[in-house]
């Protein structure tokens, strides 16, 4: 038996394949163009493996419709990529492959990878956020997703800007909100160098790390969850987690006491394979409930 796993991200889509272990088969990626094109490789990909593939995790990009008993349940809806808005995205697959289809957000994936392999095993409660491109988050109680009339979108909550910064950022719904102040984009508009090109030392980092703390305040007061995760591109300065710490500590001033910061606020123990992981661990749950 094996299972499918896609990545769907606003760049790429990730494909992989695993094994009854979850372990990863193969993977490949492929641009995110028009559904027509992107979808036909990924529809080609798992074609070669159709004998065996019993079912498929998806952790797309949205928003997305998943609501069960929606008519437009497995679509991405009101997406900004034009070419993907009202997309079938489950009806899609399905009609090429004949399996339960376990269908999420990305970063709810990446949630869900960490909490069965990576920072949130064995806890009840885990929050991961990412920030990249956009910001996302998502959160688990006992393995479950929170969700009321959507998925969250905990990426664009309001956050109060610093002091030294006069950028008014560039959410396209909300200007300064956690996204439109705090992605990649936001600190590549505000220096006019991409994160990856800015030195350790440089200020940006502390006006950043004070609103991914501020995240973590939010977060923490609202869900007092076990664990927070941050992973995405902008996590990869390894000086951050310490950063967002001091930071933390500082605005939550003691009023609550959490679990010691140093596995509190983490950044992704599977690293980049926490969407892969946690889609494949969806489909073998899809799977397992369709019996
Ligand atoms: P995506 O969100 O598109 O899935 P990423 O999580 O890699 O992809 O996020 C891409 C963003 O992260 C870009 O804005 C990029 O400039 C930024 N980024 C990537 N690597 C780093 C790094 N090492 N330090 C800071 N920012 C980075
Ligand atoms: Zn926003």
Redesign the pocket.
């Known amino acids: 038996m094996l299972y499918g796993s896609i990545e769907a991200?606003?760049?790429k889509f990730v494909c992989a394949i695993g094994n009854e272990d979850l372990e990863i088969v193969e993977r490949v990626s492929y641009p995110t163009t028009t559904p027509e094109e992107t979808m036909s490789s990924v529809i080609e990909f798992f074609s070669q493996y159709q004998e065996e593939l019993v079912a498929i995790g998806v952790g797309s990009f949205g928003p997305i419709d998943i609501h069960k008993d929606s008519e437009t349940y497995g679509y991405i809806t009101s997406t900004p990529k034009l070419a993907w808005q009202n997309f079938d995205f489950v009806g899609t697959l399905k009609k090429s492959f004949d399996v339960p289809v376990a269908w999420t957000t990305d970063v709810n994936a990446a949630a869900y990878g960490e909490y069965v392999f990576g920072n949130g095993k064995g806890l009840s409660s885990v929050v991961y956020y990412?920030i990249?491109?956009?910001v996302g988050g998502g959160a688990l109680q006992d393995g479950r997703f929170i969700e009321g009339f959507s998925h969250p979108e905990m990426g664009h909550m309001m956050i109060v800007p610093h002091s030294d910064d006069d950028f008014k950022g560039n959410c396209p719904f909300h200007g300064n909100c956690l996204e439109g102040m705090a992605?990649?984009?936001a600190?590549?508009k505000r220096s006019g160098r991409?994160?990856?090109d800015i030195p350790a030392d440089d200020p940006i980092w502390a006006i950043e790390a004070e609103y991914i703390a501020q995240c973590a305040y939010n977060t923490t007061l609202m869900l007092s969850p076990d664990v927070i995760i941050f992973g995405?591109?902008?996590m990869?300065?390894r000086h951050m987690v310490e950063k967002v710490h001091q930071a933390f500590k500082r605005l939550l001033n003691n009023y609550v006491k959490t679990p010691s910061l140093d596995k509190y606020i983490v950044t992704p123990a599977l690293e980049d394979n926490a969407g892969t992981l946690g889609c494949l661990a969806l489909a073998k749950n899809a799977e397992l409930h369709a019996h």
Do not use: F, R
Request: aromatic share 0%; net charge positive; glycine share 40%.
């Open positions: 991200g606003g760049t990412t990249g491109t956009g992605a990649g984009p600190i590549e991409k994160g990856q995405g591109g902008v990869k300065q």
